[in-house]
């Protein structure tokens, strides 16, 4: 096939984000057909464009880069393009173009930071990001989504301007804005790391996620799943590779997200904390470095961005037909939604790292990478995370959703294209599962690995067969915690709760400090100051006629006290006797000259 699709001249982010902008000029099944040729294009020129760097020019003196394509960007571009052609599919019905517009733009600036070749590009496609993904949780128009909404873009800009920080200390200290790894010392360093650890949700920078998705738009909370946390890891591959802290880091996110999951009574909040954990696989990978480490971590971000997706997808369909998101609520829908259960099922399959489907051949990477380095604390974090991702996401979720105690509700399916979406979705982690080799491929490094050894598949096997006997232990012995409807509050209480206290305090102090200003320099300093001033020629004019002993109308035993009051009646009156004028000009001018001299 003779393609020259660069004669295009069109970087894909950009496509992602000006085409987004035409949407709300198209109606029918023409915006239909333009919505799915942006992705399918866009994956078009990410697989013909050769390796490099593309779509340069000079800004200011440096050199910006909207296309490096190497190994390691190229699989997330495609991973991008792929997920956003199925989104739109799932969002096809869907009569919001403040929506579609949001998630173009959401999604090439996702695209702009895999494929930016340096730091400023980063910056501007980081923050296109933060702003267009903000617009998917305003869009649900609830007062929950919009408080939400408002503390998510809080934190981002936090995350933003620590990135805007270190990139602008880097460029300083190194005169370049080359965008490739670092070291994590010095402030440059550091600020650019806190920056990138915001969006990827490392803990204790993670509570925004589960606070913001479960809150978004239907259609909004697949695309947010998708790009944020990956795109985030894709910067710590391509920056911080092989920094020892990431190892804890992820341990720590993969690990602690569980309880929170367990205890959640809303099922797209359960996805927000397993999204987290599942990212702590990669960070760990990332930390790890080595090849097999840092392959592993791709294909995780490759294959979680599918499961945890179409999870999304599912529980969103669920939401679409019955209203209904909460554990509590739900029960019972395998009757009325067969094709939407099966769905969810392979994803909470996947997810689980169920032998022949994508988390398997994924996350044993990262797991197997530890092992291979003797990390024995590590590994057996990950394998603990590995098993709660059983039980918050492999059963919980469908459990709740689809079995479970009966809610007498009797939901149809959704609409076919979120069928479809979701079809597509879960036809791709099975068939991941299965031709792991044409992942493998397109990995940053060569991958000399294979998953279904009988070690390994045996070791997986009694891993998820234990956490579903245990599930289904503790359900049958009624101590599995209990579904609550309540608020569970994670880190974000130090800007839920603690931000409130802090702003009650500095409001009392800064107000009053406030009205202190008010009344000394607005109220009183000015009186005093008039009066002073009405005063002070008269003075001056006094002082002057008895120095020189002189009167008005030449009589120097004229009563002092009645010339005094005619003096101050004139100067009130603003009628200065002849000559004051000149002699107060002369008294300065001889001030001016002994500061002058004398001091």
Same mark, same amino acid.
């Given at each position: 096939?003779?393609?020259?699709? =660069?004669?295009?001249?069109?970087?894909?982010?950009?496509?992602?984000?000006?085409?987004?902008?035409?949407?709300?000029?198209?109606?029918?099944?023409?915006?239909?057909?333009?919505? =799915?040729? /942006?992705?399918?294009?866009?994956?078009?020129?990410?697989?013909?464009?050769?390796?490099?760097? #593309?779509?340069?020019?000079?800004?200011?003196?440096?050199?910006?880069?909207?296309? @490096?394509?190497?190994?390691?960007?190229?699989?997330?571009?495609?991973?991008? !393009?792929? &997920?956003?052609?199925?989104?739109?599919?799932?969002?096809?019905? /869907?009569?919001?173009?403040?929506?579609?517009?949001?998630?173009?733009?959401?999604?090439?600036?996702?695209?702009?930071?895999?494929?930016?070749?340096?730091?400023?590009?980063?910056?501007?496609?980081?923050?296109?990001?933060?702003?267009?993904?903000?617009?998917?949780?305003?869009?649900?128009?609830?007062?929950?989504?919009?408080?939400?909404?408002?503390?998510?873009?809080?934190?981002?800009?936090?995350?933003?301007?620590?990135?805007?920080?270190?990139?602008?200390?880097?460029?300083?200290?190194?005169?370049?804005?080359?965008?490739?790894?670092?070291?994590?010392?010095?402030?440059?360093?550091?600020?650019?790391?806190?920056?990138?650890?915001?969006?990827?949700?490392?803990?204790?920078? #993670?509570?925004?996620?589960?606070?913001?998705?479960?809150?978004?738009?239907? !259609?909004? $909370?697949?695309?947010?799943?998708?790009f944020t946390t990956k795109s985030a890891v894709y910067v710590m591959a391509r920056v911080f590779p092989g920094t020892e802290l990431l190892i804890y880091l992820g341990a720590i996110m993969a690990a602690v997200p569980i309880?929170?999951?367990?205890?959640?009574?809303?099922?797209?909040?359960?996805?927000?904390?397993?999204?987290?954990?599942?990212?702590?696989?990669?960070?760990?990978?990332?930390?790890?470095?080595?090849?097999?480490?840092?392959?592993?971590?791709?294909? #995780?971000? *490759?294959?979680?961005?599918?499961?945890?997706?179409?999870?999304?997808?599912?529980?969103?369909?669920?939401?679409?037909?019955?209203?209904? &998101?909460?554990?509590?609520?739900?029960?019972?829908?395998?009757?009325?939604?067969?094709? !939407?259960?099966?769905?969810?099922?392979?994803?909470?399959?996947?997810?689980?790292?169920?032998?022949? *489907?994508?988390?398997?051949?994924?996350?044993?990477?990262?797991?197997?990478?530890?092992?291979?380095?003797?990390?024995?604390i590590v590994w057996l974090i990950l394998q603990f995370a590995s098993a709660g991702a059983v039980y918050h996401a492999g059963i919980k979720v469908p459990f709740y959703m689809f079995f479970g105690q009966d809610s007498g &509700? @009797?939901?149809?399916?959704?609409?076919?294209?979120?069928?479809?979406?979701?079809?597509?979705?879960?036809?791709?982690?099975?068939?991941?599962?299965?031709?792991?080799?044409?992942?493998?491929?397109?990995?940053?490094? !060569?991958?000399?690995?294979?998953?279904?050894?009988?070690?390994?598949?045996?070791?997986?096997?009694?891993?998820?067969?234990?956490?579903?006997? $245990?599930?289904?232990?503790?359900?049958?012995?009624?101590?599995?915690?209990?579904?609550?409807?309540?608020?569970?509050?994670?880190?974000?209480?130090?800007?839920?709760?603690?931000?409130?206290?802090?702003?009650?305090?500095?409001?009392? +102090?800064?107000?009053?400090?406030?009205? =202190?200003?008010?009344?000394?320099? $607005?109220?009183?300093?000015?009186?005093?100051?008039?009066?002073? +001033?009405?005063?002070?020629?008269?003075?001056?004019?006094?002082?002057?006629?008895?120095?020189?002993?002189?009167?008005?109308?030449?009589?120097?035993?004229?009563?002092?006290?009645?010339?005094?009051?005619?003096?101050?009646?004139?100067?009130?009156?603003?009628?200065l006797p002849i000559g004051i004028g000149p002699i107060l000009a002369v008294l300065f001018i001889v001030f001016l000259c002994l500061k002058l001299y004398l001091f």
């Amino acid at each position: 096939m003779n393609f020259d699709v =660069l004669n295009l001249n069109i970087p894909p982010a950009l496509l992602f984000i000006i085409g987004g902008f035409l949407i709300p000029a198209l109606k029918g099944r023409v915006k239909s057909a333009y919505m =799915l040729i /942006l992705p399918a294009l866009a994956f078009i020129i990410v697989f013909y464009t050769p390796l490099g760097q #593309h779509w340069q020019f000079e800004f200011l003196g440096y050199d910006l880069i909207l296309g @490096r394509l190497d190994r390691l960007s190229r699989v997330f571009a495609y991973i991008f !393009t792929l &997920i956003s052609f199925i989104s739109v599919i799932f969002a096809l019905k /869907l009569d919001d173009d403040v929506q579609h517009t949001a998630g173009f733009a959401y999604a090439g600036g996702a695209l702009g930071v895999t494929l930016a070749g340096d730091l400023f590009s980063l910056y501007v496609f980081w923050e296109i990001m933060a702003v267009a993904s903000a617009f998917l949780i305003i869009a649900r128009k609830t007062q929950a989504a919009q408080a939400a909404a408002f503390r998510y873009i809080m934190v981002h800009v936090f995350g933003g301007l620590c990135l805007l920080a270190g990139i602008v200390l880097y460029v300083n200290n190194t005169g370049t804005a080359q965008f490739s790894v670092m070291e994590l010392s010095g402030p440059a360093g550091i600020l650019i790391f806190i920056g990138v650890a915001v969006n990827a949700a490392i803990i204790p920078l #993670h509570a925004w996620l589960s606070d913001a998705y479960p809150e978004a738009t239907i !259609t909004g $909370a697949v695309f947010l799943s998708a790009f944020t946390t990956k795109s985030a890891v894709y910067v710590m591959a391509r920056v911080f590779p092989g920094t020892e802290l990431l190892i804890y880091l992820g341990a720590i996110m993969a690990a602690v997200p569980i309880f929170y999951a367990l205890l959640e009574n809303d099922i797209r909040r359960v996805l927000a904390y397993s999204l987290i954990s599942q990212g702590g696989f990669m960070i760990c990978g990332v930390g790890i470095g080595t090849a097999l480490a840092i392959n592993g971590a791709v294909a #995780h971000a *490759f294959c979680c961005i599918l499961y945890i997706a179409l999870l999304f997808m599912a529980a969103g369909a669920v939401f679409h037909v019955t209203g209904k &998101i909460k554990c509590t609520d739900l029960g019972g829908l395998y009757k009325t939604m067969p094709l !939407t259960c099966l769905f969810c099922i392979v994803g909470a399959a996947s997810i689980s790292a169920f032998p022949m *489907f994508s988390g398997f051949i994924s996350k044993s990477m990262v797991i197997s990478s530890a092992a291979h380095h003797k990390m024995a604390i590590v590994w057996l974090i990950l394998q603990f995370a590995s098993a709660g991702a059983v039980y918050h996401a492999g059963i919980k979720v469908p459990f709740y959703m689809f079995f479970g105690q009966d809610s007498g &509700i @009797r939901a149809k399916e959704p609409p076919f294209n979120m069928l479809l979406a979701m079809f597509l979705t879960a036809l791709l982690c099975i068939f991941l599962g299965i031709r792991f080799d044409l992942l493998y491929a397109i990995l940053p490094y !060569t991958a000399d690995y294979s998953p279904y050894t009988g070690a390994h598949v045996v070791g997986q096997l009694q891993l998820l067969l234990f956490g579903a006997l $245990a599930f289904c232990l503790l359900i049958l012995s009624g101590k599995y915690p209990a579904e609550m409807r309540a608020v569970n509050l994670d880190a974000d209480w130090f800007y839920r709760k603690g931000g409130r206290i802090f702003a009650a305090g500095f409001d009392y +102090f800064l107000n009053n400090l406030n009205r =202190l200003c008010d009344l000394l320099f $607005a109220r009183s300093l000015p009186g005093l100051l008039q009066k002073i +001033f009405n005063r002070l020629p008269a003075l001056i004019i006094k002082q002057i006629q008895r120095l020189f002993g002189s009167r008005k109308g030449g009589r120097p035993d004229t009563d002092a006290s009645r010339v005094d009051a005619e003096t101050d009646a004139v100067v009130n009156a603003g009628l200065l006797p002849i000559g004051i004028g000149p002699i107060l000009a002369v008294l300065f001018i001889v001030f001016l000259c002994l500061k002058l001299y004398l001091f």
